[in-house]
């Protein structure tokens, strides 16, 4: 199997990617309020995870190609649905170049997504901030209209108190810590600095890796508002999605 940029260049004019919604839930209310869109590529007999192939394509002149790209499917699947449905937002994964050159503004002017930007997450990995992107460039997206979300987040992140001083709407916590909560030796003592992070702050937190009612009761006391993962659901088509969401949003 070549997992290499020169082929992720070819999947990507060969139409090989194709996109899955993760739901998201608030935790309160258990209630659907969304969806991560997920890039899959189907190669060969197989489907491969973003973590297999995105990080070869993290600034390389492909970075731009393959978010755009991301961008506009998820207009064309979801486009009318997202204008329709008052309540629901998309996250969107986008690398910390794009978000500073004003690349994702320009894409989804191009699809026609600027008139639903209130409803569109950009997600930025904490690796991108503030060596990447900094926090300047992550100010400025306000202007865009569209909010954004802080991905793989540590629970005690010596950035989550850095980020009270931006504009970033959103943290999405590390799988990782949801994780942790599995393991024999696991201590609430590990959360200190989330439990304090939520209330301290307006800020919204996102677990990632839910997948059990374990997990889901300890973040939900510690504050956390929303949640993703298979204790939910699996990533879906986008009209399985829109099913969910239907059977779900309360």
């Known amino acids: 199997m070549d997992i290499s940029l020169q082929n992720i260049e070819r999947a990507l004019r060969d139409e090989e990617f194709f996109l899955e919604y993760q739901p998201i839930m608030d935790l309160g209310r258990n209630v659907c309020v969304g969806a991560e869109a997920l890039i899959r590529w189907r190669l060969e007999s197989e489907v491969l995870l973003p973590d297999l192939f995105i990080h070869l394509v993290e600034k390389t002149p492909l970075s731009g190609p393959l978010t755009y790209w991301v961008v506009e499917t998820v207009a064309k699947e979801l486009g009318d649905w ?5 309540h629901a937002s998309i996250h969107i994964n986008v690398p910390p170049e794009i978000l500073g050159r004003g690349g994702l503004y320009y894409a989804a002017s191009k699809c026609g997504l600027l008139d639903v930007a209130d409803k569109i997450v950009m997600e930025i990995t904490e690796r991108g901030v503030p060596d990447d992107l900094g926090l300047q460039a992550l100010n400025k997206s306000k202007e865009y209209g569209m909010k954004t979300c802080l991905d793989d987040v ?25 994780d942790k909560m599995l393991e024999p030796d696991w201590s609430p003592n590990a959360i200190e600095g989330l439990t304090a992070f939520t209330r301290a702050t307006a800020i919204e937190v996102i677990a990632e890796g839910v997948e059990t009612e374990k997990q889901r009761d300890i973040f939900a006391e510690a504050g956390v508002r929303m949640a993703q993962g298979y204790h939910f659901s699996p990533s879906l088509s986008a009209e399985k999605f829109i099913e969910y969401f239907a059977a779900n949003s309360g």
């Open 82 to 86: 997202i204008r329709n449905t008052g």
């Open 154 to 178: 540590g629970a005690n992140s010596e950035n989550l108190f850095l980020l009270t001083r931006t504009s970033v709407d959103i943290v999405k916590l590390d799988k990782s810590v949801a």
